[in-house]
């Protein structure tokens, strides 16, 4: 297979397994079938064919994303000292100072009826600042000052900040900004794990190079045409599916909360970092190796509820409700036909495919 690196052995470290190295850290990588769309149009003796053939084998439409173990690549390690797991969400402050938003807000946030009080207070907002500047006695003393205030901020986003700065140094007096906390989105989650490995004998050195190997190689994006001096794109690099297991089963058989398919960031090895000392055949008798993971997609609320149902917490998800997105089936090609003037990709007169 193209995208193993291994020869499709797992690998495992420590290689010697006892009670004691039960507990691991599974890191499998994944393949990503991107999605794409599927046409197959009618035949014909000239021009263009724009209706799409409905005697076909071909399965018409978009097909989903498919996400896919590569056999063997795989490494089991044992559990790290520690596993910090950080769950962050976006939020932002939103200030109210011009008289409109403020009337507005606490319309809906009282209940009011929204759409008179913002007339009304585009009303006298305007009419305050007339007043204010005409010498009138509507308004007086700070309460006039801060009126011109907040009209003046209506200037300001103009461009002209001038007139609101002026208002309020020679007014001494600031517009109160309401500032209210605004719920952004969530952020991708990132995780860090740092293993220590001690090789004992010349297999387990050996191990602990190809666990390294395994790791860069699909941490690194295809080049777009493979094998060439200059490329034009880059094909996205493998995703894993990371699961600590406890080795205990039952409730507890995962260690901490479930991880969604993650790309690797950055690796970091460090050889023989407190020792200079090497084994008989050159090789290091301590690594140090830490690889840090963000997760491919953000979580939802659903993510949290599905963590003990690691088939739908892993789940692609179904069509959007409402559409004609075939987004819950795999399309499957027809095997071409041997016979002289069959297109090979649709197995008929014709047609199209169109995605990889």
């Given amino acids: 297979m193209a995208n193993q690196i291994n ?16 507990s691991m850290v599974k890191f499998q990588a994944m393949k990503v079938d991107p999605p794409g769309l599927n046409l197959k149009f009618k035949p014909v003796e000239s021009g263009v064919s724009t209706g799409l053939d409905q005697n076909t084998d071909l399965e018409q439409g978009f097909r989903k994303v498919d996400i896919n173990p590569i056999d063997g690549d ?10 910090a797991v950080n769950d962050n969400l976006e939020y932002s402050g939103a200030d109210f100072k011009m008289g409109a938003t403020i ?26 600042f007339l007043d204010f500047f005409q010498g009138q006695k509507a308004l007086t003393g700070t309460a006039a000052t801060l009126s011109a205030l907040r009209a003046g901020e209506a200037f300001a986003a103009l461009g002209a900040s001038g007139i609101s700065n002026t208002l309020s140094v020679v007014g001494r007096v600031a517009l ?3 500032i209210r906390n605004r719920f952004t989105g969530v952020s991708l989650r990132s995780f860090t794990f740092a293993f220590k490995f001690l090789p004992k004998s010349r297999r387990e050195s050996e191990a602990v190079k190809k666990i390294v190997k395994f790791f860069r190689y699909h941490a690194y994006p295809q080049q777009i045409p493979p094998n060439t001096s200059f490329g034009i794109g880059y094909e996205y690099p493998s995703l894993f599916k990371i699961q600590l297991l406890s080795g ?6 995962h260690v901490g909360t479930p991880i969604k398919f993650s790309y690797l960031r950055s690796i970091s090895t460090n050889y023989n970092p407190t020792t200079p000392v090497l084994h008989d055949d050159g090789s290091p008798t301590e690594v140090d190796l830490s690889l840090s993971f963000t997760e491919y997609k953000t979580l939802h609320r659903e993510d949290i509820v599905n963590e003990d149902n690691l088939e739908k917490f892993y789940d692609q998800g179904g069509a959007l409700a409402g559409t004609n997105l075939n987004t819950t089936k795999t399309t499957t090609l027809k095997a071409p036909a041997t016979n002289t003037g069959v297109n090979e990709l649709t197995g008929g007169p014709g047609g199209t495919m169109i995605g990889p």
């Fill in 248 to 253: 205990a089963g039952g409730m507890f058989e």
């Fill in 176 to 178: 109160h900004p309401n």
């Fill in 7 to 22: 020869g499709g052995t797992p690998l495992r470290f420590p290689i010697d397994h006892s009670p004691f190295h039960r």
């Fill in 103 to 128: 009337a507005a807000a606490s319309a809906f946030e009282q209940g009011n009826d929204a759409g008179a009080a913002v007339v009304r207070a585009i009303k006298e907002t305007g009419k305050s």
């Fill in 74 to 83: 795989v490494a089991n390690i044992h559990l790290p000292m520690s596993f």
